[in-house]
């Protein structure tokens, strides 16, 4: 049963890239990729020193300001499920990446008013970690907490549209070497990405410590309002789908479709299409057999409820079987999606590496260029960088020799050896911090939080080069994975997903500091995460990530052990057009444990 499909609604479709095929393309890459590129400068560049500038100039305790810096970093990951929202369902991916630009300059221009004028902040204290300072009154803090919630709402404007946007300038579905440009595509954006943090925490960080908080702010504006130009810019060189109807409303029909019929007995699914409700012309005429509680959405009751036009009399009782799929799709990757919390707890040490830097010898050779503590953090990015370079032009050839795969390793392969690889950089930072604590003791800093620490701070190189190796894994795997199995019209909630993983990773985090600082400092004992590194216990605080990250790869493993079950039997061809098949191992062709799944871009 079909019903009437309105030409007016397809332009969002395929048809609508073909017809605009002299839009898009390479030409808009400077466009989109300096939005993302100045934009991540900006935002990046003033994470780094951020708990620094809590700690001096606001007078917060480490703990609370680790906490600060984790919810801000929690809500500017959350905001993109709000920014995919509107641009699948509203506003379109454009219009949101251009409002996000403009929200964020305003945001960073608030933040660095909090520098320029002196009222804005608490009076100076010398020394607040060991002084009773005067803290930020009422108005004060919400004048910053206002510039960092604008800034989140900014960064849901961009970051979930921006890499979505971007591959809907190069998909082209008549070019044989689609599948190859698309993955060189993610590969490289999220390098490019990588690149700019590197500046960012390099030189922006380097201004902060060298030219102080006015211009060290100053200079993000700026680089924000380049940003926001130069997307601009491109306005008339951009293919700009339409957005499609609510995908929440859709998920919601179907929710209350299948409990509204749930008195219904699903027949056989040898029974054809005969039953199920679909539109004219799509691919999905029948329901996959898992999660099949959701098919009774799309059956058909009676013939009363399709009008003459063949559409469905009321949406909240009959549903299409698209809307199903679409569904089943968000519901099968959330297991796997929440594998990825505790890595990105663990990716999301922003503060307390920090710190540790700020308290030992930063220079890179003896009496040679002493490195900002807020810097450290490029080698996770170099390392991440240099990963992805590798990987694509390197790794996978060789690999694919063996495996027989064009993408060398398997996505569920690479996510898992990154969760592998999280639980050696958090027990690495365990064993760094107790050597520090160690060696700050016996040269009598105990009581001295300001006190240098004669141990080279490079010793804390390794643990960022492997969590930078464990984000190039996992995080670039897990974006991959979600467009494998999403259509091409969740594409922007698929990259929404992960940023979503990074919001509930960033509060786990913060619930996990403000734990142990209540736990650990009572019957008069020394707080784990106290204001003085030395007399804490930071080690302590590694030592339980690492346990919870050893505890998640087991985890990951029984996820991806039950959706390989889900695989079974499954073909799910979407409606958009040729697209990229999922990769998928080549024995589980051969046995036929899975089918592919288009790739949507």
């Given at each position: 049963?079909?019903?009437?499909?309105?030409?007016?609604?397809?332009?969002?479709?395929?048809?609508?890239?073909?017809?605009?095929?002299?839009?898009?393309?390479?030409?808009?890459?400077?466009?989109?990729?300096?939005?993302?590129?100045?934009?991540?400068?900006?935002?990046?560049?003033?994470?780094?020193?951020?708990?620094?500038?809590?700690?001096?100039?606001?007078?917060?305790?480490?703990?609370?300001?680790?906490?600060?810096?984790?919810?801000?970093?929690?809500?500017?990951?959350?905001?993109?499920?709000?920014?995919?929202?509107?641009?699948?369902?509203?506003?379109?991916?454009?219009?949101?990446?251009?409002?996000?630009?403009?929200?964020?300059?305003?945001?960073?221009?608030?933040?660095?008013?909090?520098?320029?004028?002196?009222?804005?902040?608490?009076?100076?204290?010398?020394?607040?970690?060991?002084?009773?300072?005067?803290?930020?009154?009422?108005?004060?803090?919400?004048?910053?907490?206002?510039?960092?919630?604008?800034?989140?709402?900014?960064?849901?404007?961009?970051?979930?549209?921006?890499?979505?946007?971007?591959?809907?300038?190069?998909?082209?579905?008549?070019?044989?070497?689609?599948?190859?440009?698309?993955?060189?595509?993610?590969?490289?954006?999220?390098?490019?990405?990588?690149?700019?943090?590197?500046?960012?925490?390099?030189?922006?960080?380097?201004?902060?410590?060298?030219?102080?908080?006015?211009?060290?702010?100053?200079?993000?504006?700026?680089?924000?309002?380049?940003?926001?130009?130069?997307?601009?810019?491109?306005?008339?060189?951009?293919?700009?789908?339409?957005?499609?109807?609510?995908?929440?409303?859709?998920?919601?029909?179907?929710?209350?479709?299948?409990?509204?019929?749930?008195?219904?007995?699903?027949?056989?699914?040898?029974?054809?299409?005969?039953?199920?409700?679909?539109?004219?012309?799509?691919?999905?005429?029948?329901?996959?057999?898992?999660?099949?509680?959701?098919?009774?959405?799309?059956?058909?009751?009676?013939?009363?409820?399709?009008?003459?036009?063949?559409?469905?009399?009321?949406?909240?009782?009959?549903?299409?079987?698209?809307?199903?799929?679409?569904?089943?799709?968000?519901?099968?990757?959330?297991?796997?999606?929440?594998?990825?919390?505790?890595?990105?707890?663990?990716?999301?040490?922003?503060?307390?590496?920090?710190?540790?830097?700020?308290?030992?010898?930063?220079?890179?050779?003896?009496?040679?260029?002493?490195?900002?503590?807020?810097?450290?953090?490029?080698?996770?990015?170099?390392?991440?960088?240099?990963?992805?370079?590798?990987?694509?032009?390197?790794?996978?050839?060789?690999?694919?020799?063996?495996?027989?795969?064009?993408?060398?390793?398997?996505?569920?392969?690479?996510?898992?050896?990154?969760?592998?690889i999280s639980c050696v950089?958090?027990?690495?930072?365990?064993?760094?911090?107790?050597?520090?604590?160690?060696?700050?003791?016996?040269?009598?800093?105990?009581?001295?939080?300001?006190?240098?620490?004669?141990?080279?701070?490079?010793?804390?190189?390794?643990?960022?080069?492997?969590?930078?190796?464990?984000?190039?894994?996992?995080?670039?795997?897990?974006?991959?994975?979600?467009?494998?199995?999403?259509p091409k019209s969740m594409?922007?909630?698929?990259?929404?997903?992960?940023?979503?993983?990074?919001?509930?990773?960033?509060?786990?985090?913060?619930l996990i500091v403000s734990?142990?600082?209540?736990?650990?400092?009572?019957?008069?004992?020394?707080?784990?995460?106290?204001?003085?590194?030395?007399?804490?216990?930071?080690?302590?605080?590694?030592?339980?990530?690492?346990?919870?990250?050893?505890?998640?790869?087991?985890?990951?493993?029984?996820?991806?052990?039950?959706?390989?079950?889900?695989?079974?039997?499954?073909?799910?061809?979407?409606?958009?057009?040729?697209?990229?098949?999922?990769?998928?191992?080549?024995?589980?062709?051969?046995?036929?444990?899975?089918?592919?799944?288009?790739?949507?871009?």
């Amino acid at each position: 049963m079909a019903s009437m499909e309105n030409p007016d609604q397809t332009k969002s479709g395929d048809e609508e890239k073909h017809v605009t095929r002299k839009l898009g393309g390479l030409k808009t890459m400077p466009f989109v990729i300096s939005n993302e590129t100045f934009e991540k400068v900006a935002s990046f560049g003033l994470l780094p020193n951020m708990i620094l500038y809590l700690t001096n100039e606001y007078h917060m305790s480490i703990a609370t300001g680790a906490n600060v810096l984790f919810i801000w970093s929690a809500i500017s990951n959350f905001m993109p499920i709000l920014g995919a929202f509107l641009s699948d369902s509203f506003l379109g991916r454009f219009l949101v990446i251009a409002l996000g630009t403009v929200t964020s300059l305003i945001g960073m221009s608030l933040l660095w008013l909090t520098a320029v004028f002196p009222e804005a902040r608490p009076p100076h204290c010398d020394s607040p970690m060991t002084e009773s300072c005067v803290k930020a009154n009422s108005a004060q803090l919400a004048h910053l907490f206002g510039s960092f919630v604008l800034m989140s709402i900014g960064a849901g404007g961009i970051r979930p549209c921006s890499l979505a946007f971007g591959a809907d300038q190069l998909y082209d579905p008549s070019n044989p070497k689609n599948k190859r440009v698309m993955q060189s595509f993610f590969n490289w954006y999220y390098a490019s990405v990588g690149l700019a943090i590197m500046i960012s925490i390099t030189v922006i960080v380097y201004i902060q410590d060298k030219a102080g908080w006015v211009v060290g702010f100053g200079v993000p504006v700026g680089l924000m309002f380049i940003s926001t130009v130069m997307f601009l810019l491109g306005s008339p060189l951009y293919i700009k789908l339409m957005p499609n109807k609510s995908l929440f409303t859709s998920f919601a029909q179907v929710t209350e479709a299948a409990w509204n019929n749930r008195d219904l007995v699903l027949p056989p699914m040898e029974s054809g299409g005969a039953i199920w409700y679909f539109h004219k012309g799509s691919k999905l005429i029948t329901p996959t057999e898992k999660l099949r509680f959701l098919n009774k959405a799309c059956m058909i009751r009676s013939p009363e409820d399709i009008d003459m036009d063949g559409r469905a009399l009321n949406p909240w009782n009959l549903c299409t079987v698209k809307q199903v799929e679409e569904l089943k799709a968000l519901i099968k990757v959330l297991p796997i999606w929440s594998s990825g919390i505790i890595i990105a707890v663990t990716i999301s040490q922003q503060s307390f590496p920090v710190l540790q830097a700020n308290s030992m010898d930063r220079h890179l050779i003896p009496g040679g260029l002493k490195i900002p503590a807020g810097s450290f953090g490029v080698f996770a990015m170099i390392t991440l960088t240099i990963w992805v370079a590798a990987y694509d032009r390197i790794v996978v050839p060789l690999l694919s020799k063996f495996t027989k795969r064009s993408q060398g390793l398997s996505l569920k392969e690479r996510m898992g050896f990154g969760l592998i690889i999280s639980c050696v950089a958090t027990a690495v930072a365990g064993l760094v911090e107790s050597k520090r604590r160690a060696a700050a003791i016996r040269q009598g800093l105990a009581d001295n939080p300001y006190g240098v620490v004669h141990m080279s701070a490079m010793w804390l190189v390794p643990q960022h080069c492997l969590i930078g190796l464990a984000e190039g894994l996992n995080a670039i795997g897990q974006i991959e994975f979600y467009y494998s199995q999403f259509p091409k019209s969740m594409a922007s909630i698929g990259v929404a997903l992960f940023t979503l993983g990074m919001a509930v990773g960033n509060l786990i985090g913060s619930l996990i500091v403000s734990i142990l600082n209540k736990v650990t400092k009572t019957h008069g004992r020394v707080s784990w995460v106290s204001n003085s590194l030395n007399k804490g216990h930071y080690d302590y605080y590694y030592w339980l990530l690492t346990a919870l990250s050893v505890i998640n790869v087991f985890y990951y493993l029984l996820c991806i052990w039950a959706f390989g079950s889900t695989e079974n039997g499954n073909k799910v061809e979407w409606d958009e057009g040729d697209g990229m098949e999922d990769e998928l191992e080549a024995d589980d062709h051969a046995k036929g444990k899975g089918s592919p799944i288009v790739f949507p871009h």
